[in-house]
C-alpha cells in the first residue's frame, strides 16, 4: 500500500500564492506518474498537473492553469510539490495528489492508484 499525504492548503488572496506538498510512505514509491488534481464544491473532479515517472522531466499541465503552476518532486523525501502562483478564485477547490504505477491517462482520475485525503485551496477575491 501507498499512503499519500497533502499540506499545504489555505486562505489566500487573489494573486497570491501556495504551495501544495504530497508526502507519500509505504510501499517501495517508485510510480509511472505523480497527478495533482482539484474538486470544487458541485463539481467534478478536474486534472491539474501531472509528472512522469518519479525521477523525470515530463510535466503537463491544465490550460487553466499552465503558467501559473508548477509540479515538481523531491525524490530524497517522497515528495511532489505544486506551486500554485497568480491564485484566482476559481482556483478553489480540494486539491488531492495521487500515484499511478500503470500508463494510464494522466489526465483522468480513474488512471490512478492511490489517493491522498485532499487539502482545501481558498482564494478570496
Known amino acids: 500500500q501507498v499512503q499519500l499525504v497533502e499540506s499545504g492548503g489555505g486562505l489566500v488572496q487573489a494573486g497570491g500564492s501556495l504551495r501544495l506538498s504530497c508526502a507519500a510512505s509505504?510501499?517501495?514509491?517508485?510510480?509511472?506518474?505523480m497527478g495533482w488534481f482539484r474538486q470544487a464544491p458541485g463539481k467534478e473532479r478536474e486534472f491539474v498537473a501531472a509528472a512522469i515517472r518519479w525521477s523525470g522531466d515530463s510535466t503537463y499541465y491544465a490550460d487553466s492553469v499552465k503558467g501559473r503552476f508548477t509540479i515538481s518532486r523531491d525524490n530524497a523525501k517522497n515528495t511532489v510539490y505544486l506551486q500554485m502562483n497568480s491564485l484566482k478564485p476559481e482556483d478553489s477547490a480540494n486539491y488531492y495528489c495521487?500515484?499511478?504505477?500503470?500508463?494510464?491517462?494522466?489526465?483522468?482520475?480513474?488512471?490512478?492508484?492511490?489517493w491522498g485525503q485532499g487539502t482545501q485551496v481558498t482564494v478570496s477575491s
Open positions: 495521487a500515484a499511478m504505477y500503470g500508463r494510464g491517462n494522466l489526465r483522468v482520475d480513474y488512471a490512478y492508484d492511490y
Open positions: 509505504g510501499r517501495t514509491f517508485s510510480p509511472y506518474a
